[in-house]
């Protein structure tokens, strides 16, 4: 007896003790910024969009997430220092950031893999005993939206072989010209992107072209889940970038005439949503050849019929084709330096149409 009552008062000691020992914050706190397409409830906040980026300030020297466990990987900067990857594993509790100097601290987490599949959320924030969240900073008032493919999210980003194939582990948001260009521009970003996804049809699809392809998509918070559907007045960005095409033409089996038809039709659904946004009608860097001369044509074609009808604010940007020079990623997507020189690309580009200086 005297055994289980002291079992009991260690499970009651620890307990008590724990709870002193940490700040439980919920997800939904108003001092915590969300980039990105979220579904946030007391209990919990969902993403599924790579880029997804949360923003505090807190006092501390400690921060973690209760998390779903095995959720993907975050890119992680303390401070405005230089990111760190941060995997979930088993635990639910992941840490995010620890033996930090007593006082004051700034935190961006930015979730850099496609959670379609893995459906990460978080619970709550977890702060020292005693500590606390602080009013957030200003975010920047510059706001891009992405929209692409695989490219966009960064599949085989940190692979160091074109014969290795699709692992999370390579796949990494933060280190796309997408990113790289956003924080270069000093602008909020959200990413909308999906690996294989058209805008007619989708990789390795019929020639007719894809039900589920990005225009469908486009109007979820959360991708394969159409219960959310997302708010556009949400995030009004300044302009959009559209990285689309590589996979509708993927195979040589596609129809031209339907992923034109199906490019316009998006223009005009995005001009809906965005009716003073500007457009930038983007080539990606895999197609080569033929294929990429028949794809650069038919946006320019598309570009100049909006333009020609009063749309001057939509725009055309080709990206340089890869060639292996610099290497390729997993499963021959763009490597990490292929990204850095299509970030070098666009963001003058984008800091001469915006008016925007760089840094």
Partial sequence: MNKILSILAVALFTACNSSLESTRIVPNDASIQYVGRVVANSDSVAFTYPG??????????????EQKPNSGFYM????????????????????VAENLSSGEHTARIMYVVEGYELKPAI???????????????????????????????????EGTDGAQHFAYDTENHYYTYAAIAARRLN?????????????????GDKREGSV??????????????????????????????????????????????????SYVAFLHQLRTYYPTSKIVVLCGSMLTGEVVELMQRTLDSI?????????????????????????????????????????????PYISELMTWKSE
Avoid at 52 to 65: D, K, P, V
Avoid at 304 to 332: C, H, K, M, V
Wanted: hydrophobic share 35%.
């Fill in 52 to 65: 997804t980026s949360i923003f505090m300030r807190f006092t501390g020297s400690s921060l973690f997430l």
């Fill in 76 to 95: 992680v900067e303390i401070d405005g220092n230089e990111a760190k990857k941060v995997a979930s594993s088993n635990d639910s509790l992941l840490s």
């Fill in 123 to 157: 619970y709550s924030f977890v702060l020292n005993a005693g500590e606390k969240l602080l009013e957030p900073s200003p975010l920047p008032e510059r706001k891009i939206l992405f929209i692409g493919n695989s490219i966009t999210c960064g599949y085989g980003v």
């Fill in 187 to 203: 602008a909020q970003h959200h990413a909308i992107a999906r690996s294989g996804i058209g805008i007619y049809r989708n990789y």
């Fill in 212 to 261: 589920e392809n990005m225009p469908y998509k486009f109007k979820q918070t959360l991708f394969d889940n159409p219960t959310y559907e997302w708010d556009n007045t949400q995030f009004v960005p300044d302009l959009l970038c559209i990285n689309l095409g590589t996979n509708d033409m993927s195979l040589d089996n596609y129809d031209i005439d339907a992923f034109r038809a």
């Fill in 303 to 347: 570009v100049a019929e909006f333009n020609s009808q009063g749309d001057s604010a939509i725009s055309r940007f080709n990206f340089t084709p890869q060639d292996g020079s610099l290497g390729y990623g997993s499963d021959y997507h763009p490597s990490l330096a292929q990204q850095r020189k299509m970030a070098d690309e666009l963001t």
